[in-house]
């Protein structure tokens, strides 16, 4: 079964340094997403992408965080200067744009101390 | 008022059993609807879709009552397995998703 992979699963890094995580879509899939949960929180929705442009994004993904598809199968998610309450589960998605309904990976969990 | 409401429970039930867990959803220009799955730690994972006329999937029935902006989700004869939390999911024009909170069920021996 095809399935969404992302890496690392875990990252630490020290505030104010830039993270990078990466992900791999289901290679049919046209929509990208980039989502987020808090430890003890709900699933929030960052950016979604398509057609290699951002089509929409939410009111955390601010000018620290950017996304890029550099080539036919990764996705990636960069956080510019990393705050302590970047620390999170973020997961990446995707879909076939046939339905909204969304496929998740296994989640990147970064901590920031 | 939240976009997307469900009661976080925990709901703990034994083995057998029958539970039902209901979202609201502010929005009613939401279009559609699903119930995930998450176990701890772990991504959420697509149960089932919730269409208008109600579907079932095995032990698994999903209704939608849009004039009530109301989703529900039955699990009978509950298993082990099915301890996790299910999380009520919609969207709206866009792909985007608007989670719920989630509700936890704990099924014990």
């Known amino acids: 079964e095809p399935e969404v992979t992302q890496t690392p699963s875990h990252q630490v890094t020290q505030m104010g340094q830039e993270v990078i995580l990466r992900c791999v879509p289901i290679s049919n899939h046209l929509y990208f997403y980039w989502y987020r949960q808090i430890l003890g929180q709900k699933v929030e929705f960052l950016v979604s992408f398509y057609n290699n442009e951002i089509s929409e994004k939410s009111e955390i993904f601010d000018d620290q965080f950017s996304v890029e598809r550099p080539d036919g199968s990764n996705f990636t998610l960069k956080i510019r200067s990393t705050k302590l309450e970047d620390s999170a589960m973020y997961f990446c998605?995707?879909?076939?744009?046939?339905?909204?309904?969304?496929?998740f990976g296994q989640g990147t969990r970064l901590t920031v101390v | 008022r939240k976009e997307v409401e469900q009661d976080p429970g925990p709901f703990n039930v034994p083995e057998g059993a029958t539970v039902a867990f209901n979202c609201t959803y502010s929005n009613s220009a939401s279009q559609s609807f699903f119930w995930y799955r998450q176990d701890c730690r772990k991504e959420p994972k697509l149960l089932m879709s919730v269409y208008s006329s109600g579907n079932e999937d095995g032990r698994f029935t999903a209704q939608l009552n849009r004039a009530s902006q109301y989703i529900s989700l039955l699990i009978r004869d509950s298993k082990l397995s099915d301890s996790a939390t299910y999380l009520c999911v919609v969207n709206a024009a866009s792909y985007k998703l608007i989670f719920g909170s989630g509700t936890r069920l704990l099924v014990r021996p």
């Open positions: 998605a995707s879909s076939d744009g046939r339905a909204p309904e969304a496929f």
